[in-house]
């Protein structure tokens, strides 16, 4: 693989080359897309199906700051019967439109900042700051553990949640746990996730080239992600920028999930009810829908909220842009769905959904929805449910 030279098919794109790529063309106005969309229920007059009628009847696209309200949740795309990729639609639409319209960002734009400071070359970022003297890794192992972001999110939001850098120890601790001791980078960055849905191809590219050196020079034949869009950033985007990768990338839920439903792994079950939130990433966008359920199903009992699995509900929130308060209506009317399961636990695979939902109850407390009802990392809630912890299997 050469790194830096991507296939020519991701070089920025016409709307029209983009429409017809993406089947526009093919809408029949249904409206399902709309009726799907969390933007459409709460935000303005965003409407998938009004940007694809203005774009088939004019051959241009809205100039306003809709195509930014999207979160690329994809629920248009799975209920669309005609084949119309309008989350895809949309990412494509983004970069020209950043030279007039920027996305409105949130906390003072500070994971943006993070995100071009840590993609130059020079800038080499602290990493494993967080590691506890229990957790086993070899500077030679074959497998990596890509830990992405998380470390700096527990820096910004700190005063609502004290806990998560226990999603990456705890995702050491299952892989010990299955008899794997993996490596980590020297330098950890961003993915480039966020940048490469808000149309910063730039950014993007930076991220996954130092990515991919830093990668490559482990000799790693197996990346590990615990975070859905780190997952699906490198193992979907950065092909399709890239080429061919050197080594496979495997979701840390669906290596859990799969081992437990093979027997490879034993859980305890707490006496618990759970109820889970799909993040989009890992299931509309990746397809990993069983394999969490099957981990929860070990550790208690679960009870699936009425919009689950590929037709899971947003958490509302995408790329830390467009947090207001209609976003934080959607994520308590989610949370308020999720108590109505009678569970008292929401329980989520993504770090962004865990940190959204903890965000709305934290401000909204007066609600009184959260007495009721905890938010948890699967990671984090595996780990508890293990019957010998600390024992490396064979």
Not at 134 to 148: E, M
Not at 340 to 362: E, M, Q, R
Request: aromatic share 8%; net charge negative.
């Amino acid at each position: 693989m050469s790194v830096g030279l991507g296939p020519s098919e991701v070089n920025h794109v016409t709307v029209d080359a983009s429409a017809a790529k993406h089947r526009v063309s093919s809408c029949i106005n249904c409206g399902k897309c709309t009726w799907g969309c969390p933007v459409s229920h709460k935000i303005g007059e965003f409407s998938p199906r009004k940007v694809v009628e203005e774009y088939l009847g004019s051959g241009n696209l809205p100039r306003d700051k809709g195509l930014w309200e999207c979160m690329t949740c994809g629920m248009c795309t799975e209920l669309c019967s005609s084949g119309v990729k309008f989350h895809e639609f949309v990412r494509e639409a983004r970069p020209s439109l950043r030279n007039t319209l920027v996305p409105e960002t949130t906390h003072s734009d500070v994971f943006r900042i993070i995100q071009n400071v840590s993609s130059l070359s020079y800038i080499k970022p602290r990493t494993n700051t967080w590691m506890t003297p229990d957790l086993r890794i070899d500077p030679d192992s074959s497998t990596l553990l890509f830990v992405g972001c998380t470390p700096y999110f527990d820096v910004v939001f700190k005063h609502m949640r004290n806990d998560l850098l226990e999603i990456p120890r705890s995702s050491i601790r299952l892989l010990n746990n299955m008899g794997i001791n993996p490596r980590l980078l020297e330098h950890e960055r961003c993915c480039g996730h966020d940048a490469y849905w808000l149309g910063d191809e730039d950014a993007f590219r930076k991220l996954a080239e130092a990515n991919l050196r830093a990668i490559e020079a482990t000799g790693a034949n197996e990346v590990v992600a615990f975070c859905p869009e780190c997952y699906t950033a490198l193992k979907d985007l950065y092909p399709r920028y890239f080429g061919h990768l050197d080594f496979e990338v495997k979701s840390l839920t669906a290596m859990v999930g799969e081992a437990v439903k093979y027997q490879k792994i034993s859980l305890c079950d707490s006496g618990r009810t759970l109820t889970y939130q799909d993040p989009c990433r890992l299931s509309r966008h990746s397809g990993i829908v069983q394999e969490p359920r099957d981990i929860l199903r070990g550790i208690g009992r679960l009870i699936d909220m009425p919009r689950s699995g590929v037709m899971s509900a947003c958490c509302g929130t995408s790329c830390w842009v467009n947090c207001n308060a209609s976003t934080k209506e959607w994520q308590m009317d989610r949370l308020k769905e999720a108590e109505d399961t009678g569970a008292d636990c929401l329980v989520t695979a993504c770090p962004k959904c865990l940190i959204h939902f903890s965000c709305a109850l934290y401000e909204h407390s007066s609600q009184n929805l959260g007495s009721m009802i905890s938010i948890s990392d699967i990671h984090v809630l595996a780990l508890g449910g293990f019957r010998n912890p600390w024992t490396t299997g064979e």
